[in-house]
């Protein structure tokens, strides 16, 4: 239950005495960067089906009705989300460690990808409702959406920036000229932050509660991965700012 060797330390240089060292083989290995593109490849591309082609997902009837305003905004929405996903990890991301356990590949994929159908089978389902104040909410909200978006990309540069190419140097997050860098001096992950936004405004957009059961899983588990990072930040760096972990003034 100790805390594990990084990869670049050597054992002559622990002063390792009296100790036990414990190996565990975690088997074959994948590329981060390779797991990051396959699991939002498959949102990407699934979710453009069911817009795109409905008399293959619903039924030869399907095709014949129009798309609410919501349907069309939520398919170039999710487009966004998706495809800027792609782009960061092949440009921007710098990831800690090079490789995991192949078989997260098939859980992580499961989750994206399921959620993908599932999301897109009900928001672009004949009988899908507009949602209850009209064009008023619906441009409102992905107004809101693609506000979080440039947050959230915002947030990844600034992260970026922290870590030289080749390093794995770590340093103290702190915001830069872009006013919407301000939240990462309340929290020490504005990146979750903005990405809960991001999906509770697609919700409030569609109306779908697909998306609303989407949006709590993804809250909970980045809440999980915020607060152990917060954590991680306050034992490696004593002079660490007073911040939340997720929301402002809350966790």
């Not at 949102?43 to 293959?56: E, T």
């Not at 693609?146 to 970026?160: A, D, F, K, S, T």
């Not at 915001?175 to 992950?189: A, H």
Request: net charge positive.
């Amino acid at each position: 239950e100790g805390r594990p060797l990084k990869d670049e330390q050597l054992l002559e240089t622990l002063e390792i005495k009296n100790s036990k060292l414990y190996f565990k083989d975690l088997g074959p290995q994948i590329g981060w960067k390779t797991v990051f593109l396959i699991e939002y490849a498959g949102p990407f591309f699934l979710y453009p089906i069911f817009y795109l082609r409905p008399g293959l997902i619903y039924g030869e009837g399907a095709a014949s009705k129009p798309y609410d305003l919501a349907v069309q905004l939520a398919l170039i929405g999710w487009t966004i989300h998706y495809g800027k996903r792609l782009l960061e990890t092949l440009f921007i991301h710098r990831f800690s460690h090079a490789t995991m356990p192949i078989g997260n590949l098939a859980k992580n994929c499961s989750y994206y990808w399921g959620f993908a159908a599932f999301i897109a089978y009900f928001v672009n389902h004949p009988l899908y409702t507009s949602p209850k104040y009209g064009t008023n909410q619906i441009y409102g909200a992905f107004a809101g959406f693609l506000l979080m978006e440039y947050g959230n990309l915002v947030i990844h540069c600034l992260l970026r920036d922290l870590r030289p190419p080749g390093t794995k140097e770590r340093k103290i997050p702190y915001s830069n000229s872009n006013p919407m860098s301000i939240l990462q001096n309340f929290v020490s992950c504005p990146n979750y932050t903005y990405e809960v936004g991001t999906w509770f405004f697609f919700s409030v957009m569609t109306q779908c509660l697909a998306v609303v059961i989407f949006m709590f899983l993804g809250l909970y588990q980045m809440t999980v991965w915020a607060i152990g990072k917060h954590r991680n930040y306050k034992r490696e760096f004593k002079n660490y700012p007073r911040r939340k972990a997720i929301l402002p003034f809350i966790i």
